[in-house]
């Protein structure tokens, strides 16, 4: 995929840019199209991606290149994602993340298979 597109900043609501719909915590949001879910979202007026596990506090994405971490969210049931690395598409269902990613037994075999 190429990254050029996911650093673009995009067109703001009501000027005819493509849209597509995206699910963020139950609530139905038209984004823009063709650039990250982080740069969709922070276009769309979403300003809490995530909460930190200490202190609970807001975060949102920072570095918009994959280097910071504090663009965490669960997209399409996967915990943890990256959404500034991650390009925007129809459909998406995406959760606010709340602490820090549940390690279940299954996630830790599979660390074993390397």
Partial sequence: MPTSSLFSVPARAGDGAPRVTVELDGVTLQVPSG???????LVSGVTRFRNTPVS??????YCMMGVCFECLMEIDGEP????????VRDGMKLRTQHGARELTMHAMEGDDEQ
């Fill in 35 to 41: 650039c990250s879910v982080a740069a969709a979202l």
């Fill in 56 to 61: 609970g506090g807001a975060r949102a994405p």
């Fill in 80 to 87: 943890s994602r990256q959404t500034c690395l991650v390009e």
